[in-house]
């Protein structure tokens, strides 16, 4: 019995181990995980045959409606109810598939119209555009009939990529479209684009210092001729991640990048003609100091608007390979600190050196890359075209600014290993205790949505949420803030979910816990509900502290009592009782008989939310009542309650034991002993097998060096050695000239001699050597069969003491003169004589 009690004491421990969560500063836990079957009864989901890739979401103003752009297919759905209320079918023509075919691209994933830019034009029009089949279109829908304008085709290009992978961005702000994406169809020439409305179209250079094979994420809109001192201008900024250009390394290095331009810039009069004068970009940084964690490849932006344009906020997702590790993280970064950051120093490109580094010389005048203000329209200059030729000079060739744009606290504000983090939003909400509060729902690679709670100096992970299966990457997601609601996109379907679900949580105690600023314990109705509307009298949350001491007991027993489970097992056989934890941050408490147990084992499995009770070999004293509490923060909750009862099996005499709460400190040393042999065991084991690896590959490495020089005497063969007959150098066999080395080595030539096995009948042959092996210690060689021309080019020496082949007198001169012979002293040991 011992041996058994000892394995299973041995896979408890390595379970144990292989379960430890991560420490906090890597990677916060979500308290609750809520598979895909937990969620059908409040997500509400949506797909058509035939119809994938639904990448493309926007919600009318109202929040009634939500726009899908798909592949060659366009939706209107009810929110609330994911009903389908209208379509449309925008296919590629089957002669734009074919153009698309011939031209290299895959048609089974590029030659089709992938709708990726879908916004409002205007209050009764959508304006649309999509790759069609690696032509990129654009053009408007109706939405009173939520038709298509067929007459009404654009071309696409620098509106839409080309390429369906390729990243895009874009939006409308007052009837303009501001673009970034490639230009052709080879997607060599990036571009950030200003077209339709009143003003001619507006494109950056085509220089790598502008942009330098960009991926663009997200851009964003930013109102900051707002009550403006200065009559500054509205800018629109983009996010997108590039190859520096700055670095002195020998290897590429991508960097995440936030550029600006602003709204009123027509450029220039002489130089930058219809480009921008007002291009600059700086170097977003997202790193983790303690790890040594540097995030350079940008996923998405969001931005969160203020009551003011200076509360702006900007939250990029950022992903990185830490050793075999992925590794996502999440930063947050104030406008101001990117408005600073295109006011300071610029970086420039030193001709002598060949480098980056700071300007440091004077700036001319007006400031490049400013936009317009009261001052510039003071001094004469009303307009961009305006501008003298040295500050557009200067604008063209220093877009880069010298000053990174930190993120809040220096610091990401989640660090998240073993996760692909793609899409991120986030929304405001106010606490009962008047706090606003920053909820973030971030979408992952595997169909995963987390829920966190910025709490400042932390983050809380509230839940995470499998709203995709079987996993896929979700490509976008969009927050209905007056409705509650988010939606989320993915291949193969849209998806609806409320931003909470309270009845989740079933008792005061678990409510509070929670920390989520949307739901709170009604005193009333004893039940977890949402917060909107409701009288905060009568609420009990406390989002900061998560303090449940606001909880009475008469509420905790709202939980209903637990009805006891009976175990019945045979003595000697290892007891194992669960306890199904309502939170992942909880801990298992057992209690025997109405007491603590001193000695326990909690083993956590591969969903974080099982622990289980051990009992190695159970006997008569362990039969009796077992109670699980779920213990979080100082709070219990009532878990589940076994009665065992432990018999004697047939043959087998109970065996007398110790009450397990007695065992106390015993247990524990005897696991940490049993842990640390088996750990030292396995290292023994390995650097045994690398040690015969290593000793392995020595011995290849001699033998395949070992020279064997064997001289023969200079006389006519012995009449036991029979040339081949059909050998036509049979005559030149034992030439000197043709196969003797200088230093009287032999050159054994493979296929131009065999020794005959003319032994007495019944006499077995000599063993077969290895190929390549090295001669051990011989005390007879025997030479033969000799390989004929057909071989592969090696002489195969036997060896053994057995008996004497007809080749034996000669065997025995070889042995004496190979005893005799001494190493050459210029002997080269990778030349073979053998």
Same mark, same amino acid.
């Given at each position: 019995m011992a041996p058994r009690r000892l394995l299973a004491l041995a896979s408890l421990l390595a379970l144990a181990v292989a379960a430890t969560p991560p420490g906090s500063s890597w990677s916060a836990v979500p308290r609750k995980t809520v598979p895909y079957a937990e969620l059908k009864d409040v997500a509400k989901r949506f797909s058509q045959g035939g119809v994938s890739h639904y990448l493309t979401l926007t919600l009318d103003e109202a929040e009634t409606l939500l726009y899908v752009g798909a592949r060659e297919a366009v939706f209107a759905l009810a929110t609330g109810t994911v009903e389908l209320k209208a379509a449309i079918s925008w296919e590629a023509p089957t002669e734009k598939k074919a153009e698309c075919i011939q031209k290299g691209k895959n048609n089974q994933t590029d030659c089709f119209n992938y709708v990726r830019f879908l916004q409002s034009y205007n209050s009764s029009h959508l304006y649309a555009c999509g790759t069609y089949a690696f032509q990129p279109k654009c053009t408007y829908i109706e939405l009173s009939g939520f038709t298509l304008d067929q007459v009404a085709f654009e071309d696409g290009k620098g509106k839409c990529p080309y390429d369906p992978t390729k990243g895009h961005t874009g939006l409308i702000v007052d009837g303009e479209l501001y673009s970034a994406t490639f230009n052709n169809f080879l997607g060599t020439e990036p571009v950030i684009l200003r077209n339709l409305g009143p003003h001619y179209s507006m494109k950056t250079e085509y220089l790598t210092s502008w942009l330098n094979e960009p991926h663009f994420v997200a851009s964003a809109y930013v109102q900051e001729s707002a009550a403006s001192s200065t009559g500054d201008d509205d800018k629109v900024y983009f996010f997108f991640s590039e190859r520096a250009v700055e670095y002195d390394c020998y290897a590429e290095q991508v960097v995440a990048r936030v550029a600006r331009v602003c709204k009123g810039d027509v450029g220039g009069a002489r130089t930058l003609q219809k480009k921008w004068t007002t291009f600059l970009k700086a170097r977003l940084v997202c790193s983790a100091p303690e790890q040594q964690l540097h995030f350079n490849r940008l996923q998405a932006v969001f931005t969160l608007p203020g009551t003011d344009w200076q509360d702006t906020t900007f939250f990029g997702v950022f992903q990185a390979r830490w050793g075999d590790v992925d590794v996502s993280a999440i930063c947050r970064y104030h406008i101001l600190e990117v408005k600073k950051a295109f006011e300071g120093p610029y970086k420039e490109y030193r001709e002598q050196a060949q480098k980056w580094g700071r300007y440091s010389d004077e700036v001319p005048s007006p400031r490049p890359g400013a936009c317009i203000t009261d001052w510039h329209r003071q001094n004469g200059f009303a307009s961009s075209l305006e501008l003298p030729d040295n500050t557009l000079n200067f604008a063209k060739k220093h877009p880069l600014m010298d000053e990174s744009i930190l993120p809040h606290r220096g610091r990401p504000l989640l660090l998240k290993k073993d996760a692909n983090f793609t899409q991120l939003v986030v929304d405001r909400v106010s606490g009962l205790d008047g706090t606003i509060y920053e909820v973030l729902f971030i979408g992952t690679g595997d169909g995963w949505v987390h829920k966190a709670l910025n709490l400042g100096s932390r983050v809380?992970?509230?839940?995470?949420?499998?709203?995709?299966?079987?996993?896929?990457?979700?490509?976008?997601?969009?927050?209905?803030?007056?409705?509650?609601?988010?939606?989320?996109?993915?291949?193969?379907?849209?998806?609806?979910?409320p931003l909470a679900d309270c009845s989740r949580y079933q008792s005061c105690t678990d409510c509070v816990l929670a920390r989520d600023p949307y739901c709170a314990w009604s005193r009333n109705v004893s039940l977890c509900v949402r917060t909107d509307g409701l009288n905060g009298s009568q609420l009990v949350q406390d989002v900061l502290s998560s303090d449940t001491r606001a909880c009475t007991l008469p509420q905790v027993a709202k939980q209903g009592p637990i009805t006891p489970k009976n175990v019945t097992v045979v003595a000697g056989t290892d007891l194992v009782l669960t306890c199904r934890l309502g939170s992942n941050l909880a801990q298992a408490l057992w209690t025997f008989e109405g007491r603590a147990l001193v000695a326990q084992q909690a083993l956590v499995l591969q969903d974080a939310r099982l622990r289980a009770l051990v009992v190695p070999g159970a006997g008569a004293q362990h039969s009796g009542t077992y109670r699980c509490f779920s213990e979080e923060q100082g709070a219990r909750l009532g878990g589940e309650v076994y009665r065992v009862a432990v018999l004697?099996?047939?043959?087998?005499?109970?065996?007398?034991?110790?009450?397990?709460?007695?065992?106390?400190?015993?247990?524990?040393?005897?696991?940490?002993? &049993?842990?640390?042999? $088996?750990? *030292?065991?396995?290292?023994?084991?390995?650097?045994?097998?690398? #040690?015969? %690896? +290593? =000793?392995?590959?020595?011995?290849?490495?001699?033998?395949?060096?070992?020279?064997?020089?064997?001289?023969?005497?200079?006389?006519?063969?012995?009449?036991?050695?029979?040339?081949?007959?059909?050998?036509?150098?049979?005559?030149?066999?034992?030439?000197?000239?043709?196969?003797?080395?200088?230093?009287?080595?032999?050159?054994?030539?493979?296929?131009?001699?065999?020794?005959?096995?003319?032994?007495?009948?019944?006499?077995?042959?000599?063993?077969?050597?290895?190929?390549?092996?090295?001669?051990?210690?011989?005390?007879?060689?025997?030479?033969?069969?000799?390989?004929?021309?057909?071989?592969? &080019?090696?002489?195969? $020496?036997? *060896?053994?003491?057995?008996?004497?082949?007809?080749?034996?007198? #000669?065997? %025995? +001169? =070889?042995?004496?003169?190979?005893?005799?012979?001494?190493?050459?002293?210029?002997?080269?040991?990778?030349?073979?004589?053998?």
């Open positions: 809380h992970l509230v839940e995470e949420l499998q709203v995709f299966e079987p996993a896929q990457p979700v490509e976008s997601l969009v927050l209905a803030g007056r409705k509650k609601l988010l939606f989320a996109g993915s291949r193969f379907q849209v998806a609806q979910l004697a099996g047939s043959g087998v005499p109970l065996e007398t034991r110790a009450p397990l709460e007695s065992l106390g400190l015993v247990w524990v040393v005897a696991v940490c002993l &049993g842990a640390l042999c $088996l750990v *030292l065991v396995l290292v023994v084991l390995s650097l045994w097998r690398r #040690l015969r %690896e +290593e =000793l392995g590959k020595g011995a290849k490495a001699i033998e395949s060096t070992l020279v064997y020089p064997i001289e023969l005497p200079k006389e006519p063969p012995s009449p036991r050695f029979v040339p081949s007959a059909a050998s036509d150098s049979d005559e030149k066999l034992w030439d000197p000239a043709s196969y003797y080395y200088s230093d009287g080595s032999l050159k054994i030539v493979p296929g131009h001699a065999a020794c005959r096995n003319g032994g007495p009948p019944g006499a077995t042959s000599p063993p077969t050597a290895i190929p390549g092996q090295p001669l051990h210690s011989p005390t007879r060689i025997h030479l033969g069969p000799l390989r004929g021309s057909s071989s592969n &080019g090696y002489i195969r $020496l036997a *060896l053994g003491a057995e008996e004497r082949p007809p080749c034996a007198d #000669l065997a %025995e +001169e =070889l042995r004496r003169k190979l005893q005799q012979r001494q190493p050459l002293p210029d002997s080269n040991p990778e030349e073979s004589s053998v």
